[in-house]
């Protein structure tokens, strides 16, 4: 979840500087609801592919450390 939150806030992050270099620097840079909402499902869906695997990962390296502790492996 934190992950995701983490993901999430970064690409509003993103979206704003978008808005910014529209705003401020170049008209031309590509700014609509539909670039908006498509980066920010993408990114939600990035982190939360990266948050499992991080889950994943951190679960089976405490599982592989059980074991050797427990004189299972």
Same mark, same amino acid.
């Given at each position: 979840?934190?992950?995701?939150?983490?993901?999430?806030?970064? +690409?509003?992050?993103?979206?704003? @500087?978008? =808005?910014?270099?529209?705003?401020?620097?170049?008209?031309?840079?590509?700014?609509? &609801?539909?670039?908006?909402?498509?980066?920010?499902?993408?990114?939600? +869906?990035?982190?939360?592919?990266? @948050?499992? =695997?991080?889950?994943?990962?951190?679960?089976?390296?405490?599982?592989?450390?059980? &074991?050797?502790?427990?004189?299972?492996?």
């Amino acid at each position: 979840m934190v992950a995701l939150a983490v993901g999430l806030a970064l +690409a509003v992050v993103w979206e704003l @500087g978008e =808005w910014a270099g529209h705003t401020y620097l170049d008209p031309a840079i590509f700014v609509s &609801y539909d670039d908006t909402i498509g980066d920010l499902a993408a990114g939600g +869906a990035g982190a939360a592919v990266a @948050g499992a =695997w991080l889950f994943w990962c951190f679960r089976h390296e405490v599982l592989a450390h059980a &074991y050797v502790l427990n004189g299972i492996a």
